[in-house]
């Protein structure tokens, strides 16, 4: 099976929870469906959704939880 790394699509802090209180989106080796969030990638008081573009299993994180990251920069593998 194949293992994608996924960029960020925009420039901002990345968030791996919905709140602080809640656990993460997704774990390293969860599996995820096509469309399911991932994380949160937070402009400017604007949180933007990061989505899965196909199903598979997340290998790992690449960045961590409200990590500053840059439009390009890896986010995660996943094995598709």
């Excluded at 995820?32 to 290998?59: C, S």
Aim: net charge negative; glycine share 8%.
């Amino acid at each position: 099976m194949p293992i994608t790394t996924v960029p960020a699509p925009i420039p901002g802090t990345f968030y791996r929870r919905p709140t602080p209180d809640e656990p993460p989106f997704k774990n390293d080796g969860d599996t995820v469906a096509a469309g399911e969030t991932i994380g949160l990638i937070e402009v400017m008081k604007t949180f933007n959704a990061v989505t899965a573009d196909a199903a598979g299993r997340i290998v790992r994180f690449l960045v961590e939880n409200e990590d500053p990251v840059m439009a390009g920069e890896p986010l995660y593998e996943i094995e598709t």
